[in-house]
């Protein structure tokens, strides 16, 4: 007889639903958020499992690799999906939860979510951990300049130690506000020499990986996003084609047709934004500072003549995402193309 499992996972609990092949449940409880403690629950009441399933959350990735690692047949369901499911639901409870996650693994009624293998999330891990050193080397960068320009002290734009320099010899050491802002200096400087690190560490990452080398063939792609596409989209054998990988990192616009209404909207903004943060500086670079003519960047500039810079830098963006992930099927490099005569 096939059992249909579904789990709602917490911090600390998870509720455990199984019901048979016509949706009868046969069996509700709880156990602890461990592999270990669900493993020997779904043992001893699903030994026959077809399918068990969760929702995406912040331990659904570590719960799926341990659960898979011992063969159990575990599937992510996308929250949005499953929300849409349950929300039918009078009642909001874990039980019922766990009961809707059930009934949709059997039906089938589900999205699977495709989850990262453990060395993307370790590379990612590392990705988030530098942008985040770097949005804080930037506020305080920014707070500094702020409080000294009240002051009416102002100097030209600088980053990491040429930035305390310039601060340090603007103010010297009698100036009243030089005990406010030695603190601020000394944390940027420890953020500046961990950033560091992490940026030996993403080159050397990029250096050892061939395809992130041909990522970054693409003009305005530089190491950084090359290896945020590369650890992000992770198995590019996901996407049936290259164009959907721009609906998936939030690239394209909404849409809304209901009858003789049909309207398009703004981008969607859902997937990773952490790479589409990165695809669009890439475009940005590619549309304002790169020299050298591609077809990429004629295709760009036109469309920006007729839409606009703004709409133009996210149609490119999303154009970018496309040809890295041809350029990492395909395994070529980026052809430039042949300027008209």
């Avoid at 903004?269 to 590619?286: I, K, N, P, Q, S």
Wanted: hydrophobic residues 40%; contains cysteine.
């Amino acid at each position: 007889m096939k059992q249909y499992v579904g789990l709602d996972v917490s911090q600390r609990e998870t509720v455990v639903c199984v019901v048979n092949e016509t949706g009868q449940v046969i069996f509700e409880g709880k156990a602890k958020s461990n592999p270990r403690a669900l493993t020997d629950l779904l043992s001893k009441h699903a030994p026959h499992a077809e399918r068990i399933g969760f929702e995406t959350g912040a331990m659904a990735s570590w719960l799926w690799h341990e659960l898979r690692g011992i063969e159990l047949p575990v599937v992510c369901i996308d929250a949005r999906h499953a929300h849409a499911a349950l929300s039918v639901r009078m009642n909001k409870s874990d039980q019922n939860d766990a009961r809707g996650l059930a009934e949709l693994v059997r039906v089938g009624w589900y999205r699977e979510v495709k989850i990262k293998s453990e060395e993307s999330q370790k590379v990612r891990a590392i990705l988030v951990a530098r942008f985040r050193l770097v949005s804080i080397r930037r506020d305080i960068e920014n707070q500094i300049r702020s409080l000294i320009k009240e002051c009416g002290l102002i100097f030209p734009r600088a980053i990491g130690q040429q930035f305390r320099i310039q601060v340090g010899e603007l103010l010297g050491e009698d100036h009243r506000l030089h005990s406010v802002i030695a603190p601020l200096l000394s944390i940027h400087e420890h953020i500046c020499q961990q950033q560091g690190r992490f940026d030996d560490e993403v080159r050397r990452l990029a250096k050892s990986d061939e395809t992130t080398r041909r990522l970054m063939t693409v003009p305005g792609v530089g190491v950084v996003t090359a290896l945020t596409f590369r650890h992000t989209i992770d198995d590019p054998s996901r996407f049936r084609s290259a164009s959907t990988v721009g609906a998936y990192l939030g690239l394209t616009p909404r849409r809304n047709q209901c009858g003789e209404t049909d309207t398009s909207g703004k981008i969607s903004r859902w997937g990773d934004r952490l790479l589409r943060t990165y695809l669009y500086e890439a475009a940005t670079v590619l549309l304002y500072r790169t020299k050298k003519w591609s077809s990429l960047k004629a295709w760009g500039m036109k469309l920006a003549k007729r839409i606009g810079m703004k709409k133009a830098k996210v149609a490119t963006a999303r154009k970018i995402a496309v040809i890295l992930h041809c350029i990492w099927v395909d395994g070529t490099s980026f052809d430039w193309g042949h300027a008209p005569a």
